[in-house]
């Protein structure tokens, strides 16, 4: 697609996508109901020849920018590898929630956006990398226990992620609630010390 394909869609259909994602879910977003969000007809998107996926791309794209300017701090700053790493999960709730409309429509899309298929998949290497990096410096500095990274990272983005959208999208959950609740539970999990015991590591 060529550059100029690509700031159309960017000024004039990206935020058609997602408020057509936000009302009718990801997998029931089509052409004709971007259309109508962006007051058009699904012929002049035709002929300007943007599919759907590349739409469902670009929604996508915008999340992850806003991703990685979230946890740049995170991968930069001063600390533990712990401190950053929860820093980096507050990260992706900040995300989640400057997209929470569209993210919580792709909620039940079966991982059309985020994952690759297949039972030994992975979660897309842009959300993942930095937090597979984060507890790998955790083995390293002994903040973290040892665990596989990779896998960890994917089951980190997945319980995280996607976990805080439901309690903020599902039940309403209050950003700061929705925020200390899971990020409490899967830090638990990850810091080298006796269960019970308070995670000053990664506080402060």
Known sequence: ??????????????DATEAAVAR?????????????????????????????????AGITARAADTFRTE??????????????????????????DKHLP????????????????????LVVDVFAEPLERLLRDGTADGSLRPTP??????????????GYIHLRAGHRWAPEAARAAV????????LPDPIGTQPESVTG
């Open 1 to 14: 697609m060529s550059q100029r394909q690509e700031i159309a869609i960017e000024s004039e259909l990206i």
């Open 24 to 56: 009718w879910g990801l997998a029931d977003t089509t052409l004709e109901r971007v259309a109508a969000e962006a007051g058009m007809s699904r012929a002049t998107i035709y002929r300007r020849g943007v599919s759907r996926d590349d739409l469902v």
């Open 183 to 190: 990020l409490d539970l899967v830090l638990r999990g990850l």
């Open 149 to 162: 990274p990779t896998v960890t990272a994917t089951v980190l983005f997945n319980t995280v992620g996607w």
């Open 102 to 121: 569209v993210l919580a429509g792709m909620y039940l899309a079966h991982g059309e956006v985020f994952h690759r298929p297949g039972p030994d998949a």
């Open 71 to 96: 946890i740049w701090p995170a991968l930069t700053g001063s600390g533990t590898a712990a401190q950053r790493l929860r820093a980096a999960l507050e990260a992706i709730c900040a995300t989640a």
